[in-house]
């Protein structure tokens, strides 16, 4: 009898935690298995479960860059502080109509106690943040921030006080009260990864709803995460549309979103209406279980909400005024109007990237940040070594102003222009000029001889600004050439030319000469293990990682060609795995004996990994950086106290090339 009693209390206490546990965020964070075992070899099994918990949550404070060549933080300071308080506001009224417009349950204010914007108002940050971003700041080489308790406060580090940090707060518990009548929906991964980020939830992220949601209801939030699958994959176990019954017994994925409440919102349209419409805010959060605020477009080209590692990453490669930099995977230019800014956009800023609307991200960005150091071109970076002469060597490589140019035409045998090439041609003096214009026109005649063209114009040369119009036969050879810059800058009589529409074009390069940037950026596309908030890792596979490294060290010998002697090429990746990071090290250095491993300012990362690990096809050993190396990179742990992604940067010295490299397999 008392064995049956302390049974039954015994489940009555397992059944009131887990209730109580249900309705939190408590993510566990699924990986590959194989990827997994890897991880703990490479961190241990304890550093490794802290990082993976520390990915399922966002940063507790946002980070911003001052566009320092436009204003000041302080005067950011005090707009952003106003937008805040006038986004309080704005948060009063909306809760008064939705009141006034009957909603029995709407929140009240006293519910909403530990949000952000009470925060605002008492001007003093919640202490409910485990980790402390500032903590860095306190170290002796870095002067003690004086304002520590206010909601934005300026980096205390050497030379980056124009970096905000605006505090967030979080985990708040969710005050949903009787949880029998819960009204509820479920969203996507991807919508509850910028949920937490601060983003509102548009239509297209909801998966499902409660029946009878009506617009101005109060509903719990949950998000759908990829479970295994029976053929051993992951898939979400719901369909859109889907109604949530609520009740354990009869709603089958009550057990699946236990523990996976994010926060808590209005219903800003009907379930019929989420389910019918393509777009538009369904859900406005009023309780966030992480409150970051957002300050998507707000003082566009005045500040840049950024990461911190990344920022630290512009100044770590440390560009000097009028130097010619590459930014070899740039969209959507994040590092490269920070490199721009650093360098007081004096010099000369190329930014690549093999996406066309990226780079057109990248070119909207350095308008609205008044950048005309940047010129952004759409270009594989595997490809980006030009061998052939000035002449194909693309416009990208030429400036903006003055110089000469030259211009010419080709036609094929049915006497079609085929291809009008004009070129800007700066730094050549005359005589240089001449010379090459002797060289192409000996080329020309050529070419007509041996029949591949039937006829050409002769070579003429001219002063750039006065470059004659010449008509495009089409589009194909436009781009080609790289013309729409010539385009911009000398109006076309025949109306505005396709980069003035709406479905602008942006140039393609044909790559750069060897050795010519003084400081390589390389910003390598990678696994991405290291953003948060992340709330799957399952779809990165031994293979996949290991494709990613190949590919990154085909990116670094494609630098390593570009970048001159004397130069230096910086390496970053936002992924915790050693094997895009310390390994692409150890390759770099092994392969190429005239490059070093340079110390970085500011370092406020931790070491790089020394030793080995069996490489991902289980075929030899990888090593990874050897003793002594470890202080010279930088990586940044996400479960350590600053608070940051997963990211990891290293420094390199270019010296003499002899270009002796040593073969690595
Ligand atoms: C990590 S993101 C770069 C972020 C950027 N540096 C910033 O700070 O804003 C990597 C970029 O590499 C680009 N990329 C991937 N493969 C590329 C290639 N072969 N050539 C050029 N860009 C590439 C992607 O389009 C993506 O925009």
Known sequence: MKRAKALLLHQTFKMDHRHSERYTYNPTLHWNPRVEDYFIKAYGAERFSKISEALTRPSCYSCIRVNTLKT??????????????EAR???????????????????????????????LKCHQVSNDCEGDPLQFSQREDVPNASSQSSL???????????????????????PFGDTSSLKEVIVSRKCAEAVLRGAKIFVPGVLACSA??????????????????????????????????GQQTVDPQYFERSGLYIGQGIAMMSRAGMFRVSKGVAIEMINRVFDLPSFNDVLEGEIFLQNLPSIITAHVLDPQKGERILDMCAAPGGKTTAIAILMKDEGEVVAVDRSHNKVLEIKKLAKEMGLSCISAFKLDALKAVCRKNGLTDSFSQQCENGGLGLAYKLYDTTERMRISVRMKLCHLTIDAMRSMIKLVNKNLELMEKQKLVSKTNKVGVFAANELPQVEVDNEETNEMLDINKWKNTQKLKNG?????????????????????????????PCSALGLRPRLFAGEETVESLRNHGKYQRKMFDQAIQLVRPGGVIVY??????????????????????????????????????????????????????????????????PSSPIDTIGFFIAKFNVGQKDMTVTAIH
Request: aromatic share 6%; charged share 25%.
């Open 72 to 85: 000041t933080s302080d005067a950011i300071i005090e707009k952003l502080l106003a937008i805040l308080q």
């Open 89 to 119: 506001l704005q948060c009063d009224i909306d809760e008064l109509n939705i009141r006034s417009n009957g909603s029995s349950t709407a929140m009240t204010r006293d519910a909403k106690q530990g949000s952000y914007f009470d925060e």
């Open 152 to 174: 934005i406060t300026k980096c205390q580090l050497r030379g980056l006080d124009y970096v905000l940090f605006v505090k967030g707060s979080g985990p708040h518990k969710m």
């Open 572 to 637: 970053s990746t936002c992924t915790i795995n050693p094997g895009e990071n310390e390994a692409l090290v150890r390759y770099a250095l092994d392969k190429y004996n005239f490059l070093s491993l340079a110390p970085q300012i500011p370092r406020i990362g931790g070491p790089g990994i020394v030793g080995s690990c069996d490489s991902l096809d289980g075929q030899s050993v990888k090593e990874w950086l050897r003793p002594g190396e470890e202080e010279l990179v930088q990586r940044f742990d």
């Open 212 to 245: 009878h949601v009506e617009k101005g209801d109060t509903v719990a939030v949950s998000v759908a995460i990829e479970q295994p699958n029976l053929d051993k994959g992951w898939a979400v176990g719901i369909t859109r549309g889907t109604v949530l019954q």
């Open 496 to 524: 505005p030319g396709r980069s003035q529409s709406t479905g602008e074009r942006v140039e393609l390069s044909k790559g750069f000469s060897p050795n010519s940037f003084d400081r390589i950026l390389l910003d390598a």
